[in-house]
């Protein structure tokens, strides 16, 4: 079995195949028949987990094993301590409250690469930047979630899923691992 954490750069979509030509998995993966565990959007960026076992695969995306997901999220605007209380208890996506998350501040952006399509910046509204924790993983489930706290995604980065960190893997990057263990 083949067990690969990749750093998914922005602007790359989560497949090895386009009809439209975009970056894909294949520009940056020699390895075959591995698949990705999950998504992050192509404007998103950050840790992927890709293999070819399938009960693995199975694992980590069936929200029956709740399976946590760290990201780090940089907000428009300086969250409110209620703001971080509704994302704490859940949000309604979609007619359905999210499970409750894990939401702290973060002082900066952590040290990390910029981006090659630079954040939007306006001098009259200051941003921020959170680390959410989550056990689902909705269509756009934490930008729907900042957004329904009155704090505007402006970058998204994956650093965690259940005990896989990001790590120093850089843009681009991959490197295998062992078989990872599992909560659940």
Same mark, same amino acid.
């Given at each position: 079995?083949?067990?690969?954490?990749?750093?998914?750069?922005?602007?790359?979509?989560?497949?090895?195949?386009?009809?439209?030509?975009?970056?894909?998995?294949?520009?940056?993966?020699?390895?075959?028949?591995?698949?990705?565990?999950?998504?992050?959007?192509?404007?998103?960026?950050?840790?992927?987990?890709?293999?070819?076992?399938?009960?693995?695969?199975?694992?980590?995306?069936?929200?029956?094993?709740?399976?946590?997901?760290?990201?780090?999220?940089?907000?428009?605007?300086? #969250? +409110?301590?209620?703001?971080?209380? *509704?994302?704490?208890? @859940?949000?309604?996506? =979609?007619? /359905?409250?999210?499970?409750? !998350?894990?939401?702290?501040?973060?002082?900066?952006?952590?040290?990390?690469?910029?981006?090659?399509?630079?954040?939007?910046?306006?001098?009259?509204? #200051? +941003?921020?930047?959170?680390?959410? *924790?989550?056990?689902? @993983?909705?269509?756009? =489930?934490? /930008?729907?979630?900042?957004? !329904?706290?009155?704090?505007?995604?402006?970058?998204?980065?994956?650093?965690?899923?259940?005990?896989?960190?990001?790590?120093?893997?850089?843009?681009?990057?991959?490197?295998?691992?062992?078989?990872?263990?599992?909560? @659940?």
């Amino acid at each position: 079995m083949k067990y690969l954490l990749f750093n998914k750069p922005y602007g790359v979509l989560c497949q090895f195949t386009d009809q439209e030509g975009r970056p894909t998995l294949k520009d940056f993966i020699p390895v075959p028949n591995v698949y990705a565990v999950g998504r992050l959007d192509f404007d998103s960026e950050g840790l992927l987990l890709l293999t070819d076992d399938g009960a693995l695969n199975h694992r980590l995306a069936d929200p029956k094993y709740k399976q946590q997901k760290t990201y780090w999220v940089q907000v428009e605007g300086l #969250p +409110t301590e209620a703001a971080l209380e *509704k994302l704490r208890g @859940g949000v309604l996506i =979609q007619g /359905k409250r999210t499970l409750p !998350a894990q939401v702290r501040m973060l002082p900066d952006d952590q040290g990390l690469w910029p981006r090659p399509k630079p954040i939007r910046f306006r001098k009259s509204i #200051p +941003t921020s930047w959170l680390e959410i *924790k989550i056990q689902e @993983g909705r269509n756009h =489930q934490v /930008k729907k979630m900042t957004a !329904a706290a009155g704090l505007p995604c402006l970058r998204l980065v994956r650093v965690g899923i259940g005990p896989l960190k990001l790590g120093n893997l850089q843009p681009g990057e991959y490197a295998f691992i062992k078989r990872p263990l599992l909560n @659940g």
